[in-house]
C-alpha cells in the first residue's frame, strides 16, 4: 500500500480528468436520454386540434418553455462615445434577458425595436399567430452540446395543427 503523500497527490493528480470525464460521459448520457424522453412525451401527449393553453400547462407540468424568437426584444445598449449625426452608430443591443420570446399568443403584439435593436437582423416576415418552440438539452461534452427543437403550429382557432421534432443538431463553442 502507498503510503508516502507526494506520490498519492501525484497519483491523485493522472487520475482526476478521467475521473472528471467518466462523470461527464454519465450526465451526459443521462441528458440525451432526458431529451429524447420529452420528445416522445411531447409526441404523444400534444396533438393536433389541442388549444394553445392546453399545450401551455402540459409543457409547465413537465418543466419546458415555449419560446419564439421573433418576440425578443432586446435592451437597446447606448454608445460609449456616440456620433451626434447618425445615433445609431456604434450602439448594441443586449440579447440576453429571453423573457420576451417566452409563451407567445396569439394576437400579441410584436414589439417595438428601438436603439441598436433596431438594426438587429430579425426576421421581417413576423406573424400574428406564432408557432411554440421547445428546445431540449442533450447530450454534451466540454466544447459541443446537441439540442433537440420542438416546434408546435397552430391554427387561426389558436389549435396544434402540427408538432414537428427535428433531430438533435450539435452546436460548439
Request: hydrophobic share 40%; charged share 20%; aromatic share 6%.
Amino acid at each position: 500500500m502507498i503510503k508516502h503523500p507526494v506520490v498519492i497527490l501525484a497519483i491523485t493528480l493522472l487520475l482526476l480528468p478521467f475521473v472528471g470525464f467518466a462523470i461527464m460521459e454519465g450526465i451526459s448520457k443521462y441528458e440525451e436520454v432526458d431529451a429524447a424522453g420529452k420528445a416522445r412525451w411531447i409526441g404523444s401527449n400534444i396533438v393536433p386540434g389541442m388549444k394553445r393553453v392546453d399545450v401551455y400547462g402540459l409543457l409547465r407540468s413537465k418543466g419546458l418553455v415555449a419560446y419564439n424568437d421573433m418576440y425578443e426584444k432586446g435592451v437597446p445598449v447606448p454608445a460609449a462615445d456616440p456620433d451626434p449625426k447618425n445615433p445609431l452608430v456604434g450602439t448594441g443591443c443586449d440579447m440576453r434577458d429571453h423573457s420576451s420570446t417566452m409563451w407567445p399568443f396569439k394576437n400579441e403584439p410584436i414589439p417595438k425595436l428601438e436603439g441598436g435593436c433596431a438594426d438587429e437582423s430579425l426576421p421581417k416576415n413576423r406573424v400574428i399567430n406564432p408557432a411554440a418552440n421547445v428546445e431540449l438539452g442533450g447530450a454534451s461534452n466540454f466544447i459541443c452540446g446537441w439540442t433537440t427543437l420542438v416546434k408546435i403550429n397552430f391554427s387561426n382557432e389558436d389549435r396544434v395543427t402540427k408538432i414537428q421534432i427535428d433531430k438533435p443538431q450539435v452546436t460548439c463553442l
